[in-house]
């Protein structure tokens, strides 16, 4: 898809069918994919809205493929019945026989990104196959606020189901790992909730979350409930591995109760710890900054190595 001005997708908040405006490749149930499948999507502005999906899905067998976004502005904002999304998931189909097939790299390259209200960029895997690499580049990154149930996300996970298909049963001991994340910037802002996480709910490992940064990188508040903004990578639940958490930047700040952590246990306390090793935290910084009950911390309740935080 090419626009020569603008790409709009948009989901009427008052629509009563549960489905959403989207641009999707699906592999079904008991197809292969080739690796060639593709969304290509240039436009100098992009924003979805109220639940509109911009989706690669693979469901059966093989590999699916890349979604590559480049734009001058990139903007997602809101939910309907489930929030807007730009993913490339490995998606359940049948969790007595979950398919092998691996999924693709989501790929951004804009001037501005904009995650907002609830609003999700993922990569995930919930079946047997691996999941692939979050890569974004941009001048600015921002992450804010929340949604009705979750925070503002770019997020990399193994057996979590994805947002635009949560009817599927979740196969914590059989997804396979999840992708690193990888984001080059200049300007990195998260706040009011907003969260960049990597994250394991089954026995695969997570991937690792590495943010470069030029100028800075702020993270900044917490919400009741939802949890602190910030950069966090989890193993709860199965025996996966968390990832490591790498940060290089000349300033990083972090204000009013915002956090980088790494965890193999349920900050909410309603599920069993997970008996995989956390993952470590490595900061390169000129000038490091925690006020107001901002907190860096890795935490592990198994005799697991890792969790360990070198700056």
Known sequence: MNASERLQIDTSPDALSTSSSNVSVIIRAGATGDGNSAINIDAPEIELA???QINMLILGEGRSGDVNI?????????ESSRPTTISNSVVLSD???PETGSGGNLIIKTRSLEVEDGAQIA?????LGSGGTLDITADDVTVSGIGSRTPSLITSASGLPPSSFTRYTALPNGSGPSGNIVINTNRLTTDNGGQIVTGTNSNSNAG???????DYISLDGE????????LLGN???GSGEGGDINVNTPNLSLSNGATINTSNFNSAGNRPPGSGAAGDINLTASTITLRDESIITAETVSGFNGANITI
Do not use: H, Q, W, Y
């Not at 990569?123 to 079946?127: F, I, K, N």
């Not at 690792?208 to 030029?214: C, E, F, P, Q």
């Open 70 to 78: 480049e734009s001058s502005s990139l903007r997602l904002s809101g």
């Open 50 to 52: 109220a639940g509109a």
């Open 223 to 230: 919400v009741p409930r939802l949890g602190r903004s910030g």
């Open 235 to 237: 193993a709860i639940f």
């Open 208 to 214: 690792k979350l590495t943010v470069n940064a030029s």
């Open 95 to 97: 969790p007595t026989a």
């Open 123 to 127: 990569v995930r895997t919930d079946s």
